[in-house]
């Protein structure tokens, strides 16, 4: 069921209105990684649970307690949940969103101050910190709600609101917040919930809308090796003593190749190969090896082949090295023996891979191969935290209710993505609502989220607002 005209109108005719309302969000610089900055997430918690009173939500603000961060205790910003409608006849959709935000500076290479939002009229950009993570697409709800309201249109679902200011940094208590709410039952706000739809990813490329009906999970692990009691000079003690970054580095090595190959024995084998429809799903997929390399900024992709790279990138588990704590990396050339190192490694899982199923592969791996090296060092394994992936059913009316709200606005039938990255927010709303989550992104890929000169173009904060307006009309008539 399209949308009517009048609603695509509406947005059409306000859509300056909308980019200044969005300026005032990303003016509040609710960066929730910065002990500093908690107040400002607090004050745009509330700037948005106005917004939403002023469009006829009821709102709760829920109290998530404190924490400890960066020596101070501090107050949890609230998760806001809201509701609107209560018609037994309709169906009832829940709104995921994060209204925190990534540190940012000017000095960080920003072109513009990050949180003054810029209006590129030549390109089409929307540029500042949040603007498409996750502050415009939280925004885009609102588009919605308002041209409801003034148009007084009755909206065809009843919607639900979970909306939280810790995305960024962990999501503090989100999780506990959500299953007590699911434990009330008929007394809860998320009672009657038939699907959730969150926008807070991107499309694969700049060209073709997404739908993304998976996450990978992480396994995040800490190799510690020690031995010297103090750092050494290398100069006095080297080939005399056991070196602990001679044993992590040679470690390292051994798990994963210069392919992309992960060395552990069991981990690959846990995943079950593709059948024909999915392998589909890739072919079909508007992507190609140069949009990775761009991406990447180099020439420098596994394969040649598009499904290859983009099983490696959805499907399949892979192993990153990131780092190593305690060794030298500053500007100059110390001689130094270090006393202890740690290196830093994640493993992506896909189903069914849990952190639980690979963390004793790991450990039995790595403890048989520091064996090998007969050295007097020590070594110990620290799993510092991880997150399960999720995978949906495509076939379910909420994807084929976001697929028509696409092809009705674009033109275009959306690509099916799984994401490498993790929210691990989806796989909480799915076991403990036990419905259909539908990840409905509205960026690009080359937006920037997280990066310098962060930015939404304005026609996909507009056609992107016409696309979960629809989205609603859809779900409201599936069968």
């Known amino acids: 069921m399209p949308a009517p005209a009048s609603f695509s109108n509406y947005i059409d005719t306000h859509a300056d209105a909308f980019i200044k309302r969005l300026g005032d969000a990303v003016a509040i610089q609710s960066i929730s990684s910065d002990a500093h900055r908690r107040q400002d997430v607090i004050v745009m918690g509330n700037w948005l649970n106005g917004q939403l009173n002023e469009l006829g939500v009821e709102t709760k603000l829920v109290d998530l307690g404190t924490h400890e961060m960066q020596g101070q205790t501090l107050q949890l910003p609230p998760a806001i949940i809201g509701r609107l409608g209560s018609d037994p006849a309709k169906k009832t959709v829940l709104i995921y969103g994060h209204y925190d935000v990534q540190p940012a500076l000017k000095t960080d290479g920003w072109k513009t101050d990050p949180f003054t939002l810029v209006v590129d009229e030549d390109s089409g950009r929307l540029i500042g910190r949040g603007s498409t993570d996750d502050k415009g697409p939280i925004l885009g709800w609102l588009n919605v709600l308002e041209a409801h309201k003034n148009l007084g249109i009755a909206i065809p679902v009843n919607v639900r609101f979970c909306f939280e200011g810790m995305e960024e940094n962990g999501s ?3 999780d506990e917040c959500i299953q007590e709410e699911v434990k009330k039952g008929k007394d809860g706000w998320f009672d009657g919930v038939d699907c959730v739809c969150i926008s807070d990813n991107y499309w694969l490329n700049t060209r073709t809308p997404a739908l993304t009906y998976g996450l990978r999970g ?8 020690t031995g010297p009691g103090q750092d050494l000079h290398s100069g006095l003690f080297g080939r005399t003593v056991h070196e602990p970054m001679t044993d992590l580095i040679k470690l390292m090595s051994k798990l994963v190749d ?24 890739y072919q079909k997929m508007d992507y190609t090896i140069g949009d990775i390399e761009e991406a990447a900024g180099g020439k420098v992709a596994l394969s040649s082949e598009k499904t290859t790279v983009l099983m490696g990138r959805m499907r399949q588990p892979s192993l990153s090295l990131h780092g ?10 110390k001689t130094v023996i270090p006393a202890k190192v740690g290196g830093k490694f994640s493993i992506r899982l896909v189903p069914p891979q849990t952190p639980e199923k690979i963390i004793p592969f790991v450990n039995a791996y790595l403890e048989a191969e520091f064996a090998k090296f007969n050295s007097k060092n020590k070594m110990e394994i620290e799993y510092l935290h991880g997150g399960k992936p999720w995978v949906a059913d ?12 696409i092809e009705a606005v674009y033109k275009k039938t959306p690509d099916y993505t ?13 076991e403990s609502l036990g419905v259909n989550v539908l990840l409905l992104p509205m960026g690009r890929a080359d937006d920037g989220a997280h990066s310098t000169n962060e930015k939404l173009d304005r026609s996909n904060f507009i056609e992107g607002t016409k696309v979960l307006g629809t989205y609603l009309y859809e779900v ?3 069968a």
């Open 218 to 225: 992480i396994a995040y692990f800490s190799i510690n090796i």
């Open 258 to 281: 210069h392919n992309g190959d992960i060395l552990i024995p069991g981990i690959d084998d846990m995943v079950p190969p593709h059948d024909e429809e999915e392998l589909k799903l």
């Open 394 to 405: 495509v076939k379910h009316w909420n994807f084929e209710a976001a697929k028509k709200a």
């Open 476 to 478: 409201g008539a599936a």
């Open 418 to 430: 799984r994401e490498g990255g993790s929210i691990p927010v989806t796989l909480t709303f799915a």
């Open 324 to 333: 190593i704590e305690g060794a030298f990396s500053a500007v100059g050339a």
């Open 172 to 174: 503090e208590g989100l």
